[in-house]
Every structure is written in structure tokens, then in C-alpha cells.
């Protein structure tokens, strides 16, 4: 079992419509939650951190966690064409620890 | 923009080669850590620099190995290259604080390898 797991997609989703994504984590000692956008031959970017259970939103963004189910999942509000990338899960231990992805989720936006 | 800078962009090497890549990390960061993201892959942790010091590593073999020098800066080295070591090397820079579980890792643009 890989210790972040997502699924590869493509998800497709019509312009304007929310785009939902989902991640699991099978380390209960997990603290910290990232999701990364990555555009095709770009780097990755962040998009939101999440530590509490419960949802946090930023903008058209809002991520969900729930630690009793190791689950962590990202919504897209009113989606559009340049949303359309690979976004990856990433959970870390503790404060200044590794990183560890998910494979990512490709999401396509069609007008 | 992360202000976090990676050179050279893209390096073509062939099989049994060595290779050095290098990081610049954002102002007042103390710390780098390098991922080697295999295409339609995931990043996958490789080893971490802390005030010059390594600080944790993954599960990739000895002829990977780096430094990290005064200004934080930092350098990959991989030895005797392989083909599967065509990949997107990134590194990140943070500032972990203890006791904040809210440090972020910040992306530089990355140095494509390919090995022929």
C-alpha cells in the first residue's frame, strides 16, 4: 500500500462546474496536509495547507481533512480551463519533515 | 514566483556520467530538500539539508548525494548515471520553526534530466 494514494484521473469536469478530489494517507502519525497544482512541465505550487480536521477555504478553493478516516480531499469551486493541471496530495509527519506524495490527479476543464 | 532558483534548466548526460545540480533556496530559508519526480509520477523525497547538516534521506542509493553551504545554497550530485535517473529533479526550501507544524515548502523550477 503507498502511503499517500490518489486517483490518476483524468477527472473532467465542465467549465463552472466544482471539481472534487480525493486523497488517502495510511500513516495515522500524519500531521501536516498539502495539495500542490502542477502545470505540465512546471514545478509544483501550493495551493493549501491543511492541519485541523474539519474544511478550510482559500478563494475558489477549499480543502477538507478528516483524520479519523485518513482522508483528505480538495474542492474546485467554478472551475476553469486554467485550473486544469495535476494537482498532488503531500502529507508530512512533523515541522520540517519530508514530503510525501500521492501520485496526483489529472483535471481537465472543458469549456 | 517561490524564489527558490535550480540550474541548469535542462542537462542531457549519458549512462556512467556524474551530474551536479544546484539550488538556490528563498531568502532566510535554512533549509532544502531535494525530490526526483519520475514522469507521470509523484515526487518522491530524496534527502534533506538542514544549516549544512543532511537531515533525513530516502530511499535512494549512495552515488545520490548533495551538500549545503553557508548561504543555504545546494548542490545534488549523482553519480554513475542511470537511464531511470531521467527525471525532473526539484528541490524546495522552508523555514521549519519547532513546535510550528506550519512551515511550507516552496518549489523551485526544477532541472530536467535526461540520461542517453
Known amino acids: 500500500q503507498k502511503e499517500v494514494e490518489q486517483n490518476s484521473g483524468p477527472l473532467s469536469v465542465p467549465e463552472g462546474a466544482i471539481a472534487s478530489l480525493n486523497c488517502t494517507y495510511s500513516d495515522r502519525v500524519s500531521q501536516s496536509f498539502f495539495w500542490y497544482r502542477q502545470y505540465s512541465g512546471k514545478s509544483p505550487e501550493l495551493i493549501m495547507s491543511i492541519y485541523s480536521n474539519g474544511d478550510k477555504e482559500d478563494g475558489r478553493f477549499t480543502a477538507q481533512l478528516n483524520k479519523a478516516s485518513q482522508y483528505v480531499s480538495l474542492l474546485i469551486r467554478d472551475s476553469q480551463p486554467s485550473d486544469s493541471a495535476t494537482y498532488l496530495c503531500a502529507a508530512r509527519k512533523a515541522a520540517g519533515n519530508k514530503l510525501t506524495f500521492g501520485g496526483g490527479t489529472r483535471v481537465l476543464v472543458k469549456p | 514566483e517561490t524564489g527558490v532558483t535550480q540550474s541548469p534548466t535542462h542537462l542531457i548526460k549519458t549512462r556512467g556520467q556524474q551530474v551536479t545540480l544546484r539550488c538556490s533556496s528563498q531568502s532566510g530559508h535554512n533549509t532544502v530538500s531535494w525530490y526526483q519526480q519520475a514522469l507521470g509520477q509523484g515526487p518522491q523525497f530524496i534527502f534533506q539539508?538542514?544549516?549544512?547538516?543532511?537531515?533525513g534521506r530516502g530511499n535512494f542509493p549512495p552515488r545520490f548525494s548533495g551538500l549545503q553551504f553557508p548561504n543555504y545554497s545546494s548542490e545534488l550530485n549523482v553519480n554513475a548515471l542511470e537511464l531511470d535517473d531521467s527525471a525532473l529533479y526539484l528541490c524546495?526550501?522552508?523555514?521549519?520553526?519547532?513546535?510550528?507544524?506550519?512551515?511550507?515548502?516552496?518549489f523551485g523550477p526544477g532541472t530536467r534530466l535526461t540520461v542517453l
Open positions: 539539508y538542514y544549516r549544512e547538516e543532511e537531515n
Open positions: 524546495a526550501s522552508s523555514l521549519p520553526l519547532a513546535g510550528v507544524r506550519t512551515d511550507t515548502q516552496y
